[in-house]
């Protein structure tokens, strides 16, 4: 008899407006479930003194409950404390609560981004980490204590780490690598629909930086889509960016579309998971640079955004990070290292764009497909 898995995040509450964060933990719930696992997601919540945290709490169930898997999430809320703190006083909410309290003994914690702390990991029978954040999260794990060695086993969704193309030390950790997955059946192809952008969602600003050997790698979106800003003037595809600019940003607003960019508000058009799921598949398909950390540190990532884009049937242009190296050519996912390179990636996408959806989900279907992914995922779980 299969352990269950508990999927842990802590990226999903604390953000009510990021639908496309929503959609992380929950690919993998939906995706163990389909197997016939018996899977749950933990979420947990530090209300940081942020007065606005129990709402966001509420919201997070109230969305949990809309999308119909309420019955298998736990949120657990620390309303006094930070993550470094000690646990502390703790309310355990969701309708699995109980549920995932009592089978946690049991139980393999498959940790998305190291969420589960280490004061709380102890409470589970094995512990898996999943890096989603290849490149920075070794070169800050050097630095900081973020789990690695804390955990049986390591996993990251880097396809290139360790390659020589790569910098990024590794320093001596057995990771083993497997692909973002997407549930498809929550993502089911749609028609094409002529005349709509291609678009992204995606933050600007992180104000995060990692280093190595007096390098900086630079994790924020801003430098990538500068790079290519004369892109929209370039292809006749139009292209919009739903972009978190604050309203006080008018000079990136007035750059953007002096330049061609749509711009929408993601907290509109993907504020929530249904939102999110509308706004990918109502696309024409996806543009999207990386973090120059990513392009840098060529760790070989794929977005988990990108994936929802691909099993929908939207043809997806995105900056080069090394994971070309490691996946079959597809017209669907094109990958580019200039402003001109993605300007005649997206017209050969225009020259036969039906080739290029059938080519998206079939990518989707033979390499993300949770059913694809999360075996392999079990095996090196040793679950």
Not at 131 to 141: S, T
Not at 234 to 244: F, G, H, K
Not at 300 to 311: M, Q
Request: charged share 20%; hydrophobic share 45%; aromatic share 10%.
């Amino acid at each position: 008899m299969r352990a269950p898995v508990v999927v842990g995040s802590a990226f999903v509450a604390k953000y009510p407006t990021g639908g496309g964060n929503f959609w992380v933990p929950l690919q993998y719930l939906l995706g163990l479930r389909a197997l016939g696992i018996d899977a749950y997601w933990l979420e947990l919540m530090w209300g940081d003194g942020d007065p606005r945290a129990r709402e966001f709490a509420e919201t997070f169930l109230r969305h949990v409950d809309a999308i119909g898997v309420a019955d298998r999430v736990a949120l657990v809320f620390f309303p006094d404390g930070g993550r470094d703190d000690p646990p502390g006083r703790a309310e355990r909410l969701g309708a699995a609560a109980e549920a995932v309290h009592a089978r946690s003994r049991d139980a393999v914690l498959l940790n998305l981004a190291n969420s589960v702390t280490a004061p709380l990991r102890p409470a589970f029978g094995r512990s898996v980490l999943l890096d989603l954040d290849p490149g920075p999260f070794q070169l800050w794990a050097r630095e900081f204590d973020l789990g690695v060695g804390g955990h049986d086993v390591h996993v990251t969704i880097g396809q290139n780490l360790g390659a020589p193309d790569s910098p990024v030390p590794l320093g001596g950790v057995p990771w083993r690598r497997i692909w973002p997955a997407v549930h498809l059946a929550a993502w089911p192809v749609q028609p094409d629909v002529p005349a709509t952008p291609y678009t992204t969602v995606t933050q600007w600003w992180t104000n995060q930086y990692a280093f190595l050997d007096g390098e900086t790698y630079d994790c924020n979106k801003r430098p990538g889509f500068v790079a290519v800003i004369d892109l929209p003037r370039r292809v006749r595809a139009p292209l919009e960016l739903a972009a978190n600019l604050h309203a006080v940003e008018t000079e990136d607003r007035a750059l953007l579309t002096r330049h061609g960019w749509r711009l929408a508000d993601p907290a509109v058009v993907a504020g929530t998971p249904d939102a999110f799921r509308r706004y990918v598949q109502r696309s024409r398909g996806e543009l999207s640079c990386a973090k120059p950390a990513y392009v840098k540190a060529r760790p070989g990532w794929v977005s988990d955004r990108t994936i929802c884009y691909l099993a929908s049937g939207r043809p997806c242009v995105v900056e080069a990070t090394g994971a070309e190296n490691h996946l079959p050519a597809s017209a669907g996912l094109r990958f580019f290292r200039s402003v001109e390179e993605a300007a005649d990636t997206l017209d050969a996408i225009e020259a036969d764009y039906p080739a290029a959806a059938r080519a998206a989900r079939r990518l989707a279907e033979d390499v993300f497909a949770t059913s694809v992914v999360l075996p392999a995922l079990l095996d090196a779980a040793g679950a």
